[in-house]
Protein backbone atom coordinates (compact mmCIF):
# COMPACT_ATOMS: atom_id res chain seq x y z
CA UNK A 1 0.00 0.00 0.00
CA UNK A 2 1.33 3.46 -1.08
CA UNK A 3 0.28 6.99 0.39
CA UNK A 4 0.31 9.16 -2.69
CA UNK A 5 -1.05 13.04 -3.31
CA UNK A 6 -4.20 13.94 -5.44
CA UNK A 7 -1.32 14.88 -8.09
CA UNK A 8 -0.14 11.93 -8.13
CA UNK A 9 -3.07 9.94 -7.77
CA UNK A 10 -4.38 11.89 -11.17
CA UNK A 11 -1.26 11.15 -12.50
CA UNK A 12 -1.44 7.52 -11.98
CA UNK A 13 -5.29 7.47 -13.36
CA UNK A 14 -4.07 9.30 -16.68
CA UNK A 15 -1.11 7.13 -16.61
CA UNK A 16 -3.51 4.04 -16.93
CA UNK A 17 -6.06 5.53 -18.95
CA UNK A 18 -3.00 5.91 -21.31
CA UNK A 19 -1.28 2.37 -21.02
CA UNK A 20 -3.93 0.02 -20.37
CA UNK A 21 -5.13 1.27 -22.57
CA UNK A 22 -8.94 2.37 -21.16
CA UNK A 23 -11.34 5.46 -20.89
CA UNK A 24 -11.52 7.55 -18.24
CA UNK A 25 -15.32 6.92 -18.33
CA UNK A 26 -14.42 3.13 -18.10
CA UNK A 27 -11.87 3.21 -15.38
CA UNK A 28 -15.02 5.46 -13.37
CA UNK A 29 -17.22 2.70 -14.48
CA UNK A 30 -14.14 0.24 -12.53
CA UNK A 31 -14.44 2.47 -9.06
CA UNK A 32 -18.08 3.01 -9.15
CA UNK A 33 -18.49 -0.97 -9.80
CA UNK A 34 -15.97 -2.05 -6.49
CA UNK A 35 -18.14 0.94 -4.57
CA UNK A 36 -21.23 -0.39 -5.47
CA UNK A 37 -20.27 -4.40 -4.82
CA UNK A 38 -18.96 -2.94 -1.52
CA UNK A 39 -22.44 -1.48 -0.46
CA UNK A 40 -23.95 -4.05 -1.40
CA UNK A 41 -21.94 -6.93 0.54
CA UNK A 42 -21.93 -4.77 3.41
CA UNK A 43 -24.57 -2.90 4.03
CA UNK A 44 -27.86 -4.91 5.20
CA UNK A 45 -30.14 -5.70 2.90
CA UNK A 46 -32.75 -3.98 4.83
CA UNK A 47 -31.49 -0.85 4.45
CA UNK A 48 -31.58 -0.33 0.15
CA UNK A 49 -32.66 3.09 -0.06
CA UNK A 50 -30.23 5.77 -0.80
CA UNK A 51 -29.70 9.40 -1.40
CA UNK A 52 -26.71 10.42 -3.63
CA UNK A 53 -25.46 14.12 -3.31
CA UNK A 54 -23.21 14.62 -6.10
CA UNK A 55 -20.90 17.57 -7.25
CA UNK A 56 -20.33 18.11 -11.12
CA UNK A 57 -16.24 17.35 -11.29
CA UNK A 58 -15.28 13.48 -11.39
CA UNK A 59 -16.33 12.51 -7.91
CA UNK A 60 -19.96 13.33 -8.77
CA UNK A 61 -19.67 11.49 -12.07
CA UNK A 62 -18.90 8.30 -9.79
CA UNK A 63 -21.71 9.20 -7.51
CA UNK A 64 -24.09 9.19 -11.03
CA UNK A 65 -22.62 5.75 -11.95
CA UNK A 66 -23.07 4.54 -8.49
CA UNK A 67 -26.58 5.56 -8.49
CA UNK A 68 -27.17 4.08 -12.17
CA UNK A 69 -25.67 0.33 -10.61
CA UNK A 70 -27.63 0.37 -7.39
CA UNK A 71 -30.72 0.88 -9.61
CA UNK A 72 -29.82 -2.12 -11.47
CA UNK A 73 -29.65 -4.44 -8.01
CA UNK A 74 -33.04 -2.75 -7.20
CA UNK A 75 -32.21 -0.64 -4.88
CA UNK A 76 -34.51 2.53 -4.39
CA UNK A 77 -32.51 5.88 -5.53
CA UNK A 78 -32.59 9.49 -5.50
CA UNK A 79 -29.90 11.44 -6.63
CA UNK A 80 -29.51 15.48 -5.94
CA UNK A 81 -26.82 17.50 -8.02
CA UNK A 82 -25.56 20.66 -6.14
CA UNK A 83 -25.41 23.11 -9.27
CA UNK A 84 -22.27 25.35 -9.38
CA UNK A 85 -23.60 27.25 -12.72
CA UNK A 86 -20.76 24.95 -14.70
CA UNK A 87 -22.22 22.02 -16.77
CA UNK A 88 -19.53 19.38 -15.12
CA UNK A 89 -16.92 17.51 -16.33
CA UNK A 90 -17.27 15.45 -19.64
CA UNK A 91 -17.56 12.24 -17.73
CA UNK A 92 -20.51 13.78 -15.53
CA UNK A 93 -22.12 14.93 -18.45
CA UNK A 94 -21.98 11.29 -19.84
CA UNK A 95 -22.94 9.42 -16.50
CA UNK A 96 -26.15 11.91 -16.37
CA UNK A 97 -27.16 10.97 -20.12
CA UNK A 98 -26.69 7.29 -19.14
CA UNK A 99 -29.13 8.02 -15.47
CA UNK A 100 -31.64 9.68 -17.88
CA UNK A 101 -33.51 7.03 -19.18
CA UNK A 102 -34.18 5.26 -15.50
CA UNK A 103 -36.42 5.44 -13.23
CA UNK A 104 -34.14 7.58 -10.57
CA UNK A 105 -35.58 10.81 -9.06
CA UNK A 106 -32.80 13.39 -10.38
CA UNK A 107 -32.92 16.44 -8.53
CA UNK A 108 -31.10 19.49 -9.18
CA UNK A 109 -30.72 21.64 -5.63
CA UNK A 110 -29.47 25.12 -5.62
CA UNK A 111 -30.16 26.79 -2.24
CA UNK A 112 -30.78 26.16 1.13
CA UNK A 113 -34.37 25.87 1.05
CA UNK A 114 -34.34 23.59 -1.80
CA UNK A 115 -32.48 20.93 0.43
CA UNK A 116 -33.85 17.12 0.79
CA UNK A 117 -34.82 16.33 4.34
CA UNK A 118 -33.24 12.84 4.42
CA UNK A 119 -35.69 10.16 5.73
CA UNK A 120 -35.16 7.85 8.47
CA UNK A 121 -33.08 4.43 7.29
CA UNK A 122 -32.01 6.23 4.01
CA UNK A 123 -28.24 5.97 3.50
CA UNK A 124 -26.07 9.14 2.02
CA UNK A 125 -23.72 8.72 -0.70
CA UNK A 126 -21.58 12.03 -0.57
CA UNK A 127 -20.03 12.32 -4.11
CA UNK A 128 -20.36 15.97 -3.94
CA UNK A 129 -15.99 16.56 -3.94
CA UNK A 130 -13.21 13.91 -3.96
CA UNK A 131 -9.58 14.58 -4.51
CA UNK A 132 -10.27 17.94 -6.24
CA UNK A 133 -11.07 20.17 -3.68
CA UNK A 134 -8.77 22.82 -3.88
CA UNK A 135 -10.26 25.66 -1.28
CA UNK A 136 -12.33 25.21 1.91
CA UNK A 137 -16.19 24.66 1.41
CA UNK A 138 -18.33 27.48 1.60
CA UNK A 139 -21.68 28.64 0.40
CA UNK A 140 -24.18 26.31 -0.60
CA UNK A 141 -21.79 23.46 -0.24
CA UNK A 142 -21.17 24.62 3.18
CA UNK A 143 -24.48 24.29 4.29
CA UNK A 144 -25.25 21.07 2.39
CA UNK A 145 -22.42 19.68 4.10
CA UNK A 146 -23.69 20.59 7.35
CA UNK A 147 -27.11 19.59 6.40
CA UNK A 148 -25.50 15.74 5.67
CA UNK A 149 -23.56 16.12 8.78
CA UNK A 150 -26.70 16.93 11.10
CA UNK A 151 -28.38 14.07 9.29
CA UNK A 152 -28.29 10.78 11.80
CA UNK A 153 -28.51 8.45 8.53
CA UNK A 154 -25.42 6.49 7.84
CA UNK A 155 -23.16 8.81 5.31
CA UNK A 156 -20.21 6.79 2.58
CA UNK A 157 -17.93 9.04 1.41
CA UNK A 158 -17.08 8.15 -2.44
CA UNK A 159 -12.71 8.65 -2.19
CA UNK A 160 -12.81 11.92 0.31
CA UNK A 161 -15.30 13.02 2.71
CA UNK A 162 -16.67 16.15 0.88
CA UNK A 163 -14.54 19.32 1.54
CA UNK A 164 -11.38 17.82 3.10
CA UNK A 165 -7.87 18.46 1.57
CA UNK A 166 -6.37 15.11 0.63
CA UNK A 167 -3.19 15.94 1.22
CA UNK A 168 -3.11 18.62 3.93
CA UNK A 169 -4.88 19.37 7.05
CA UNK A 170 -8.18 20.84 6.82
CA UNK A 171 -8.54 22.66 9.74
CA UNK A 172 -10.60 24.56 10.44
CA UNK A 173 -12.85 24.31 7.90
CA UNK A 174 -15.52 21.68 7.46
CA UNK A 175 -16.11 18.67 5.72
CA UNK A 176 -18.72 15.79 6.04
CA UNK A 177 -18.28 13.58 8.28
CA UNK A 178 -18.65 10.06 7.10
CA UNK A 179 -19.04 6.43 9.06
CA UNK A 180 -17.16 4.85 5.84
CA UNK A 181 -14.96 6.32 3.44
CA UNK A 182 -14.26 4.25 -0.30
CA UNK A 183 -11.35 5.78 -1.17
CA UNK A 184 -9.76 4.58 -4.53
CA UNK A 185 -6.60 2.49 -4.49
CA UNK A 186 -4.20 3.54 -2.28
CA UNK A 187 -3.97 6.23 0.90
CA UNK A 188 -4.15 10.00 0.87
CA UNK A 189 -2.10 11.65 3.05
CA UNK A 190 -5.30 13.27 4.82
CA UNK A 191 -6.23 10.11 5.91
CA UNK A 192 -3.83 9.48 8.37
CA UNK A 193 -4.07 12.49 10.09
CA UNK A 194 -5.60 11.96 14.17
CA UNK A 195 -7.34 15.36 13.38
CA UNK A 196 -9.20 13.37 10.49
CA UNK A 197 -10.35 10.30 11.77
CA UNK A 198 -13.76 11.51 12.47
CA UNK A 199 -14.66 12.59 8.93
CA UNK A 200 -13.21 9.91 7.63
CA UNK A 201 -15.15 7.02 9.81
CA UNK A 202 -13.53 3.48 8.46
CA UNK A 203 -11.22 4.19 5.99
CA UNK A 204 -11.93 1.15 2.62
CA UNK A 205 -9.89 0.82 0.23
CA UNK A 206 -11.07 0.08 -3.23
CA UNK A 207 -8.65 -1.88 -6.00
CA UNK A 208 -9.73 -0.13 -9.00
CA UNK A 209 -7.24 -1.40 -11.31
CA UNK A 210 -4.61 1.33 -11.72
CA UNK A 211 -1.19 0.13 -13.35
CA UNK A 212 0.84 -0.61 -10.48
CA UNK A 213 4.21 -0.02 -12.79
CA UNK A 214 3.46 3.66 -12.43
CA UNK A 215 4.90 3.21 -8.97
CA UNK A 216 8.13 2.64 -10.77
CA UNK A 217 8.52 6.18 -11.16
CA UNK A 218 6.59 8.33 -8.62
CA UNK A 219 8.33 9.45 -5.45
CA UNK A 220 5.85 8.78 -2.71
CA UNK A 221 5.57 12.04 -0.16
CA UNK A 222 5.05 9.82 2.71
CA UNK A 223 5.81 5.39 3.06
CA UNK A 224 4.43 2.83 5.03
CA UNK A 225 6.04 0.34 7.71
CA UNK A 226 4.57 -3.11 7.31
CA UNK A 227 5.27 -6.74 7.33
CA UNK A 228 7.46 -6.33 4.09
CA UNK A 229 9.75 -3.73 5.36
CA UNK A 230 9.76 -5.25 8.82
CA UNK A 231 10.74 -8.32 7.56
CA UNK A 232 13.40 -6.92 4.97
CA UNK A 233 15.30 -5.11 7.94
CA UNK A 234 15.29 -8.01 10.84
CA UNK A 235 18.47 -10.12 10.90
CA UNK A 236 18.38 -13.89 12.26
CA UNK A 237 20.39 -14.86 14.97
CA UNK A 238 23.75 -16.69 14.50
CA UNK A 239 23.97 -20.11 15.96
CA UNK A 240 27.75 -19.35 17.10
CA UNK A 241 27.06 -15.97 18.17
CA UNK A 242 27.53 -14.68 21.83
CA UNK A 243 26.43 -12.43 23.94
CA UNK A 244 29.07 -9.77 23.10
CA UNK A 245 28.20 -9.49 19.43
CA UNK A 246 24.70 -8.09 20.68
CA UNK A 247 26.25 -5.05 22.16
CA UNK A 248 25.58 -3.69 25.88
CA UNK A 249 22.83 -0.92 26.09
CA UNK A 250 22.31 1.65 29.15
CA UNK A 251 19.40 3.28 30.01
CA UNK A 252 18.72 6.06 32.20
CA UNK A 253 15.55 5.95 33.68
CA UNK A 254 13.52 6.27 36.97
CA UNK A 255 13.09 8.61 39.76
CA UNK A 256 11.16 8.30 43.25
CA UNK A 257 7.77 7.07 42.09
CA UNK A 258 8.24 6.93 38.46
CA UNK A 259 10.54 3.76 38.69
CA UNK A 260 7.53 1.66 36.85
CA UNK A 261 9.24 3.62 33.71
CA UNK A 262 12.18 2.06 34.37
CA UNK A 263 11.58 -1.39 34.53
CA UNK A 264 8.86 -1.38 31.40
CA UNK A 265 11.35 0.45 29.46
CA UNK A 266 14.06 -2.18 30.54
CA UNK A 267 11.89 -5.14 29.98
CA UNK A 268 10.93 -3.98 26.82
CA UNK A 269 14.73 -3.45 25.68
CA UNK A 270 15.62 -6.98 26.74
CA UNK A 271 12.61 -8.16 24.16
CA UNK A 272 14.26 -6.98 21.38
CA UNK A 273 17.84 -8.81 22.03
CA UNK A 274 20.64 -6.77 23.22
CA UNK A 275 23.84 -9.04 24.33
CA UNK A 276 23.70 -6.92 27.86
CA UNK A 277 21.41 -3.99 29.77
CA UNK A 278 22.49 -2.16 32.31
CA UNK A 279 20.36 0.23 34.12
CA UNK A 280 21.76 3.25 35.58
CA UNK A 281 18.59 4.26 38.23
CA UNK A 282 18.64 6.64 41.26
CA UNK A 283 19.41 5.12 44.04
CA UNK A 284 16.31 4.19 45.79
CA UNK A 285 15.03 2.38 42.62
CA UNK A 286 18.09 -0.14 42.27
CA UNK A 287 16.07 -2.78 44.45
CA UNK A 288 13.17 -2.20 42.76
CA UNK A 289 15.17 -2.55 39.42
CA UNK A 290 17.06 -5.75 40.53
CA UNK A 291 13.85 -7.67 41.32
CA UNK A 292 11.50 -6.68 38.88
CA UNK A 293 14.68 -7.08 35.80
CA UNK A 294 16.60 -9.54 36.89
CA UNK A 295 17.98 -9.77 33.79
CA UNK A 296 19.40 -6.47 33.90
CA UNK A 297 22.71 -5.01 35.76
CA UNK A 298 22.24 -1.78 37.68
CA UNK A 299 25.11 0.64 37.68
CA UNK A 300 25.82 3.20 40.64
CA UNK A 301 27.05 6.60 40.09
CA UNK A 302 30.59 6.52 40.36
CA UNK A 303 30.24 9.72 42.70
CA UNK A 304 32.29 9.30 45.55
CA UNK A 305 31.32 12.32 47.03
CA UNK A 306 28.65 10.20 49.41
CA UNK A 307 26.65 13.64 49.98
CA UNK A 308 25.68 14.73 46.61
CA UNK A 309 24.76 11.24 45.47
CA UNK A 310 22.76 10.97 48.48
CA UNK A 311 20.63 14.18 47.77
CA UNK A 312 20.11 13.21 45.03
CA UNK A 313 18.88 9.69 45.63
CA UNK A 314 15.50 10.58 44.69
CA UNK A 315 16.34 11.63 40.79
CA UNK A 316 19.57 10.52 38.87
CA UNK A 317 21.94 12.94 39.50
CA UNK A 318 25.57 12.46 40.23
CA UNK A 319 28.63 10.91 37.32
CA UNK A 320 27.98 9.09 34.96
CA UNK A 321 29.51 5.71 34.56
CA UNK A 322 32.02 5.31 31.69
CA UNK A 323 29.68 5.51 28.45
CA UNK A 324 32.53 4.19 25.61
CA UNK A 325 31.44 0.53 26.79
CA UNK A 326 27.73 0.56 25.74
CA UNK A 327 26.82 0.49 22.52
CA UNK A 328 23.98 3.19 22.98
CA UNK A 329 22.02 4.78 25.45
CA UNK A 330 18.10 4.89 26.33
CA UNK A 331 17.45 8.07 28.23
CA UNK A 332 14.13 9.39 29.27
CA UNK A 333 11.50 7.67 31.14
CA UNK A 334 10.38 8.89 34.32
CA UNK A 335 13.55 10.65 35.20
CA UNK A 336 12.03 13.86 35.68
CA UNK A 337 13.29 17.18 35.06
CA UNK A 338 15.41 18.20 38.81
CA UNK A 339 18.09 20.19 38.41
CA UNK A 340 20.78 17.20 39.11
CA UNK A 341 18.80 15.32 36.18
CA UNK A 342 19.38 18.16 34.19
CA UNK A 343 23.14 18.59 34.84
CA UNK A 344 23.71 14.49 34.35
CA UNK A 345 21.39 14.82 30.56
CA UNK A 346 24.08 17.89 30.03
CA UNK A 347 27.00 15.26 30.55
CA UNK A 348 25.58 12.90 28.82
CA UNK A 349 25.24 15.10 25.41
CA UNK A 350 28.39 16.14 25.76
CA UNK A 351 30.28 12.82 26.22
CA UNK A 352 28.39 10.44 24.31
CA UNK A 353 28.73 10.46 20.30
CA UNK A 354 27.18 7.75 19.42
CA UNK A 355 23.11 7.69 18.43
CA UNK A 356 20.92 7.53 21.63
CA UNK A 357 17.34 7.20 22.08
CA UNK A 358 15.29 10.04 24.24
CA UNK A 359 12.07 10.08 25.21
CA UNK A 360 9.90 11.52 28.37
CA UNK A 361 11.94 13.80 30.67
CA UNK A 362 14.66 13.85 28.48
CA UNK A 363 12.81 15.89 25.78
CA UNK A 364 11.68 18.10 28.53
CA UNK A 365 14.90 18.66 29.49
CA UNK A 366 15.77 19.17 25.51
CA UNK A 367 12.81 21.64 25.37
CA UNK A 368 14.10 24.02 28.08
CA UNK A 369 18.07 23.81 27.03
CA UNK A 370 17.34 24.26 22.89
CA UNK A 371 20.67 25.15 22.98
CA UNK A 372 21.55 21.72 22.72
CA UNK A 373 20.25 20.48 20.15
CA UNK A 374 23.25 20.60 17.75
CA UNK A 375 25.22 18.98 20.11
CA UNK A 376 22.97 15.88 19.82
CA UNK A 377 24.59 12.65 18.49
CA UNK A 378 23.65 12.78 15.07
CA UNK A 379 21.22 9.96 14.10
CA UNK A 380 19.61 9.95 17.30
CA UNK A 381 15.89 8.69 17.85
CA UNK A 382 13.17 10.92 19.24
CA UNK A 383 9.87 10.05 20.78
CA UNK A 384 7.40 13.15 21.36
CA UNK A 385 3.84 12.78 22.15
CA UNK A 386 2.01 15.68 20.64
CA UNK A 387 2.30 17.62 24.08
CA UNK A 388 6.09 16.83 24.33
CA UNK A 389 6.69 17.89 20.52
CA UNK A 390 5.10 21.26 20.86
CA UNK A 391 7.36 21.69 24.35
CA UNK A 392 10.20 21.31 22.00
CA UNK A 393 8.95 22.75 18.63
CA UNK A 394 6.01 25.70 20.08
CA UNK A 395 2.62 25.20 18.88
CA UNK A 396 1.15 23.39 15.39
CA UNK A 397 -2.08 25.04 14.31
CA UNK A 398 -3.02 21.18 12.75
CA UNK A 399 -1.30 18.15 12.48
CA UNK A 400 0.04 18.72 8.81
CA UNK A 401 2.31 21.90 9.93
CA UNK A 402 3.39 19.58 13.39
CA UNK A 403 4.65 16.96 10.74
CA UNK A 404 5.95 19.40 8.77
CA UNK A 405 8.28 20.91 11.81
CA UNK A 406 9.12 17.44 12.57
CA UNK A 407 10.88 16.57 8.82
CA UNK A 408 12.12 20.24 8.91
CA UNK A 409 14.20 19.66 12.39
CA UNK A 410 14.94 15.78 11.69
CA UNK A 411 16.91 17.62 8.30
CA UNK A 412 18.32 19.98 10.22
CA UNK A 413 19.92 18.23 12.86
CA UNK A 414 20.45 14.80 11.68
CA UNK A 415 18.11 13.47 14.04
CA UNK A 416 15.31 10.61 13.79
CA UNK A 417 11.85 12.13 14.66
CA UNK A 418 9.23 9.67 15.93
CA UNK A 419 5.93 11.39 16.34
CA UNK A 420 3.91 9.18 18.56
CA UNK A 421 -0.27 8.94 17.35
CA UNK A 422 -2.09 6.46 16.03
CA UNK A 423 -0.30 6.27 13.04
CA UNK A 424 3.10 7.31 14.25
CA UNK A 425 5.02 9.20 11.70
CA UNK A 426 8.75 8.98 11.57
CA UNK A 427 10.76 11.63 10.06
CA UNK A 428 14.02 10.91 8.77
CA UNK A 429 16.85 12.85 8.72
CA UNK A 430 17.40 12.56 4.62
CA UNK A 431 14.29 14.10 4.71
CA UNK A 432 11.35 10.47 4.24
CA UNK A 433 8.67 10.58 6.34
CA UNK A 434 7.14 6.87 7.14
CA UNK A 435 3.71 6.70 8.72
CA UNK A 436 3.73 3.82 10.87
CA UNK A 437 0.23 1.50 10.21
CA UNK A 438 0.48 -1.00 13.35
CA UNK A 439 -1.22 -0.52 16.61
CA UNK A 440 -4.51 0.15 18.16
CA UNK A 441 -6.19 1.98 20.90
CA UNK A 442 -5.50 -0.29 23.35
CA UNK A 443 -1.82 0.82 23.51
CA UNK A 444 -3.24 4.38 24.51
CA UNK A 445 -2.32 4.13 27.75
CA UNK A 446 0.52 5.34 30.33
CA UNK A 447 3.51 3.60 29.95
CA UNK A 448 3.66 2.41 26.04
CA UNK A 449 5.85 5.24 25.05
CA UNK A 450 8.42 4.22 27.88
CA UNK A 451 7.99 0.63 25.81
CA UNK A 452 8.79 1.75 22.90
CA UNK A 453 11.82 3.83 24.61
CA UNK A 454 12.87 0.53 25.76
CA UNK A 455 12.17 -1.72 21.73
CA UNK A 456 14.49 1.44 20.41
CA UNK A 457 17.56 1.49 22.74
CA UNK A 458 17.23 -2.73 22.49
CA UNK A 459 17.26 -2.50 18.91
CA UNK A 460 20.08 -0.39 18.10
CA UNK A 461 22.20 -1.89 20.92
CA UNK A 462 21.50 -5.27 18.80
CA UNK A 463 23.48 -4.16 15.95
CA UNK A 464 20.46 -2.14 13.51
CA UNK A 465 21.05 1.33 12.22
CA UNK A 466 18.89 3.88 13.65
CA UNK A 467 16.39 3.82 10.53
CA UNK A 468 16.36 0.17 10.48
CA UNK A 469 15.58 0.53 14.62
CA UNK A 470 13.04 3.41 14.24
CA UNK A 471 11.15 1.82 11.37
CA UNK A 472 11.14 -2.33 12.62
CA UNK A 473 11.04 -0.58 16.54
CA UNK A 474 7.86 1.49 15.96
CA UNK A 475 6.02 -1.17 13.86
CA UNK A 476 6.70 -4.27 16.38
CA UNK A 477 5.76 -1.78 18.94
CA UNK A 478 2.32 -1.50 17.30
CA UNK A 479 2.17 -5.34 16.45
CA UNK A 480 2.63 -6.14 19.82
CA UNK A 481 0.25 -4.28 21.03
CA UNK A 482 -2.15 -5.54 18.44
CA UNK A 483 -1.29 -9.31 19.69
CA UNK A 484 -1.80 -8.37 23.66
CA UNK A 485 -5.35 -7.12 22.38
CA UNK A 486 -6.21 -9.98 20.36
CA UNK A 487 -5.32 -11.97 24.03
CA UNK A 488 -6.26 -9.67 26.62
CA UNK A 489 -9.12 -7.18 25.01
CA UNK A 490 -8.71 -3.54 23.63
CA UNK A 491 -9.54 -2.13 27.31
CA UNK A 492 -7.18 -4.40 30.19
CA UNK A 493 -4.03 -4.45 28.26
CA UNK A 494 -1.21 -2.77 30.17
CA UNK A 495 1.71 -1.28 28.86
CA UNK A 496 3.26 -4.18 30.45
CA UNK A 497 1.21 -6.50 28.27
CA UNK A 498 2.56 -4.89 25.32
CA UNK A 499 6.28 -6.24 26.26
CA UNK A 500 5.51 -9.47 26.82
CA UNK A 501 3.90 -9.46 23.63
CA UNK A 502 7.08 -8.30 21.59
CA UNK A 503 7.90 -11.87 21.32
CA UNK A 504 4.79 -12.82 19.38
CA UNK A 505 5.37 -9.67 17.14
CA UNK A 506 9.00 -11.31 16.38
CA UNK A 507 7.57 -14.08 15.58
CA UNK A 508 5.15 -13.39 13.26
CA UNK A 509 7.37 -11.12 11.53
CA UNK A 510 9.95 -13.99 10.90
CA UNK A 511 8.08 -16.98 10.47
N1 LIG B 1 -11.13 8.66 -14.73
C1 LIG B 1 -10.96 9.47 -13.72
O1 LIG B 1 -10.59 10.63 -13.87
C2 LIG B 1 -11.31 8.96 -12.39
C3 LIG B 1 -11.73 9.86 -11.41
N2 LIG B 1 -12.14 9.46 -10.19
C4 LIG B 1 -12.87 10.39 -9.34
O2 LIG B 1 -12.54 11.73 -9.67
C5 LIG B 1 -12.37 12.49 -8.49
C6 LIG B 1 -11.59 13.72 -8.81
O3 LIG B 1 -12.39 14.46 -9.72
P1 LIG B 1 -12.13 15.97 -10.08
O4 LIG B 1 -10.68 16.17 -10.31
O5 LIG B 1 -13.07 16.28 -11.17
O6 LIG B 1 -12.45 16.76 -8.76
P2 LIG B 1 -13.68 16.72 -7.73
O7 LIG B 1 -14.85 16.01 -8.30
O8 LIG B 1 -13.15 16.31 -6.45
O9 LIG B 1 -14.02 18.28 -7.65
C7 LIG B 1 -14.61 18.94 -8.75
C8 LIG B 1 -14.24 20.37 -8.86
O10 LIG B 1 -14.76 21.12 -7.77
C9 LIG B 1 -14.05 22.34 -7.65
N3 LIG B 1 -13.78 22.61 -6.22
C10 LIG B 1 -12.64 22.42 -5.54
N4 LIG B 1 -12.79 22.77 -4.25
C11 LIG B 1 -14.10 23.18 -4.13
C12 LIG B 1 -14.86 23.67 -3.06
N5 LIG B 1 -14.34 23.79 -1.83
N6 LIG B 1 -16.14 23.99 -3.26
C13 LIG B 1 -16.69 23.85 -4.50
N7 LIG B 1 -16.00 23.40 -5.57
C14 LIG B 1 -14.72 23.07 -5.39
C15 LIG B 1 -12.79 22.18 -8.45
O11 LIG B 1 -12.90 23.00 -9.58
C16 LIG B 1 -12.76 20.70 -8.79
O12 LIG B 1 -12.13 20.42 -10.00
C17 LIG B 1 -11.75 11.51 -7.54
O13 LIG B 1 -11.87 11.91 -6.19
C18 LIG B 1 -12.54 10.26 -7.85
O14 LIG B 1 -13.75 10.27 -7.11
C19 LIG B 1 -12.31 8.02 -9.96
O15 LIG B 1 -13.56 7.69 -10.48
C20 LIG B 1 -11.25 7.21 -10.64
C21 LIG B 1 -11.23 7.49 -12.13
K1 LIG C 1 -16.85 12.69 -1.71
Redesign the pocket.
Known amino acids: MVVLTADQV?AW?RFT?QHEPIS?IN??ER?AKCCTEWLCTNLPSSQSSYYIFC????????GLAIARMLYEVDRQVDVFILE?GSSG?A?FQQNLQRLHPLPVGIHYIQTGSGFPIVPPGVIIIDAL??????????GE?RALIELINASPNPTIS???PS?LFADQSTIPFSSVRAAFTLT?QCLKPAQLLAENAAAIGDLQVMD?GLLPRYLNQVQPEYELTGKTLSQSIIRPRNNFSHKGEFGHALLLAGSFGKMGAAVLAARACLRCGPGLLSCFVPEKGISIMQMAVPEAMVVRSTNSDHEKTNANDEHLGGDLPPLHQYQTIGCGPGIGTNPATVQLFKELIANFRKPMVLDADALNILSQNQDLFPSLPPFSILTPHPKEFERLAGKSANETERINKARELAKKHQLIFVLKGHHSLIAMPGGSAYFNMSGNASMAKGGSGDVLTGMLTGLLCRGYTPEQAALLGVHLHGLAGEFASADLGMESVLAGDISDHIAKAFIYLTS
Open positions: RDISLMAGKGNNGADFTELGTGTTRPVEMIDMGFI
